[in-house]
């Protein structure tokens, strides 16, 4: 049974990965408008993991409406939120995808389906979608990634992730200047993973 | 790291342990009334499925106010779900617990924990509390189950369970006789665990 796992080179995305490991046939899938080289990035990290990986392409449409929101907004909730819906629907209509899976945790806040999305999703394209850590809370999950997965963390800019995040913060800066991400991305902590920990 | 696994013998609790096997040392514990041998029944199967197992005695003071909320209400909801909270509570004031699980799915609506009672559970008690299926919808729980463990099913009176639903049923036939277990308890499809499939 082969699940396509959408990736980010982010530790979620990699340890749900690893947790159905054991179960299915994984496929990483790292969703790019092209903008940055993410799928590259991605396809490293994937290889470190030894799992397969492909780019999917999003339509530019998808990071205009994306962008429209978080103009709207003044914060990027809705606008990633939207991106990861399309990219979920996008990879759902490839016929050979089957299940889709994402690093959705119990707590968090952003990107994530409600419910009654993923019905929708699951009955009008006909694939499953799982989330692998959504019944984890996070001290569980910090001990599986410390156990696990190699990564670097540090703030939001300087570090290279591909998610979706990154190119829409790509595409309002050639518009606007970093000022203007930064004033609409609240600066976090985000994390890169390097490697798998060589278990003993 | 440990996991305390609350097992009734069915088989969302039986593939909560399985999915987790790779990745924590799993305990099977059974909560009981001591009104019916559910205890020797799980461990039964518990043993099975090669997995450690013991039996937890509940407070008869829960059966009793379990008891009060079904005949209050006129359906068994909000007594399984008293009856759920109170065992994961009970569990977790085992100094020796750190981490409880559960069969919990996606789509469950009885035994849930919100996510507001979890929380409290997490701080007030120090457990991590993890429902390994949460994230799974029925199609893709159906094939892992179908591949992983052999079952037999059947209507939810002839089904030997080791769950809550028994003892309180068992507790108001004692009282009101079979009628009214027929009448507040719904029929519906029961499945009990017999082993792990043989994996070719």
Do not use: W
């Amino acid at each position: 049974m082969r699940v396509s796992v959408l990736f980010s080179g982010g530790k979620d995305s990699s340890l749900s990965a690893l947790l159905m490991e054991p179960f299915f046939e994984i496929e990483l899938v790292t969703c790019s408008f092209g903008m940055l080289p993410n799928g590259e990035l991605a396809a490293q990290t994937a290889k470190e993991l030894r799992f397969p990986h492909r780019v999917l392409n999003l339509e530019q449409e998808i990071l205009e409406k994306a962008y429209g929101k978080i103009m709207n907004d003044g914060f990027p909730r809705s606008a990633i939120n939207y991106i990861h819906e399309k990219a979920v629907e996008t990879l759902a209509t490839d016929p050979a995808v089957k299940i889709i899976a994402d690093g959705t945790r119990r707590d968090d806040r952003v990107p994530v389906l409600s419910i009654s999305q993923v019905r929708s999703i699951e009955d009008r394209l006909g694939v499953n979608y799982i989330c692998p850590l959504k019944g984890y809370g996070k001290k569980t999950l910090n001990v599986l990634i410390g156990r696990y997965l190699q990564i670097e963390e540090g703030p939001s800019e300087s570090i290279q992730k591909a998610d979706y995040e990154t190119e829409l913060r790509e595409f309002i800066r050639q518009r606007h200047g970093t000022e203007k991400v930064m004033e609409l991305f609240p600066a976090h902590i985000q994390s890169h993973v390097l490697s798998r920990k060589q278990l003993v």
